[in-house]
T-cell receptor, first 111, second 114 residues
Framework: AQSVTQLGSHVSVSEGALVLLRCNYS??????LFWYVQYPNQGLQLLLK??????LVKGINGFEAEFKKSETSFHLTKPSAHMSDAAEYFC?????????FGTGTSLTVIP | DTGVSQDPRHKITKRGQNVTFRCDPI?????LYWYRQTLGQGPEFLTY????????KSRLLSDRFSAERPKGSFSTLEIQRTEQGDSAMYLC????????????FGEGSRLTVL
């Protein structure tokens, strides 16, 4: 069975500070992992995806995530937060033709 | 724009009425998904089509819900006899890149049942 746990439903950071959003997964098969971002009243947009090619994945808007099999984690980071990063972030695991989403982390950026 | 489009974006209805949502996926994508999202939650899987075949349905999809994709292109999601608990954002997504392909989402259809 596949599942995703996002630790921390709300994260606040100051503008320019490091962003760290946590995601742990459970998968009975080698996982494909994704981070999506959702702005208010919009659909989800793909930030980045891990498909076993490289453990450190770079995405759009300066975000990156590292796959750590030993920790079953896929945490999302960005070195310096920008006001425009304020949004809801979802981690997801894909297996076969199915996708399972976490409950999301709301990121607030404080000026 | 050739992204996933959903219609209507917002629907307000009275309890007991029927509603229908439409999704037009990216044209070359053969997989189409419906998800439901409530406030503070991630998307919850409802159903999935490959071409015109509905291959999987969640137990969240009660008998009041029905989805079709008659020609393997657009899809409709109908909710009969709506209840207040049906109020949510209904998201459509499509995919066409094999098992590792990501989902491309539409902007969603927000349903409010009064």
């Amino acid at each position: 069975a596949q599942s995703v746990t996002q630790l921390g439903s709300h994260v606040s950071v100051s503008e320019g500070a490091l962003v760290l959003l946590r995601c742990n997964y459970s998968s009975s098969v080698p996982p494909y992992l994704f981070w999506y971002v959702q702005y208010p009243n919009q659909g989800l947009q793909l930030l980045l995806k891990y498909t076993s090619a490289a453990t450190l994945v770079k995405g759009i808007n300066g975000f990156e995530a590292e796959f750590k099999k030993s920790e079953t984690s896929f945490h999302l980071t960005k070195p310096s937060a920008h006001m425009s990063d304020a949004a809801e972030y979802f981690c997801a695991v894909g297996a076969g033709n199915q996708f399972y989403f976490g409950t999301g982390t709301s990121l607030t950026v404080i000026p | 724009d050739t992204g996933v489009s959903q219609d209507p974006r917002h629907k307000i209805t009275k309890r007991g009425q029927n509603v229908t949502f439409r999704c037009d996926p990216i044209s070359e994508h053969n997989r189409l998904y419906w998800y439901r999202q409530t406030l503070g939650q991630g998307p919850e899987f409802l159903t999935y089509f490959q071409n015109e075949a509905q291959l999987e349905k969640s137990r969240l999809l009660s008998d009041r819900f029905s989805a079709e994709r008659p020609k393997g292109s657009f899809s409709t999601l109908e909710i009969q006899r709506t209840e207040q608990g049906d109020s949510a954002m209904y998201l459509c997504a499509s995919s066409g890149q094999g098992d590792t392909g990501e989902l491309f989402f539409g902007e969603g259809s927000r349903l409010t049942v009064l």
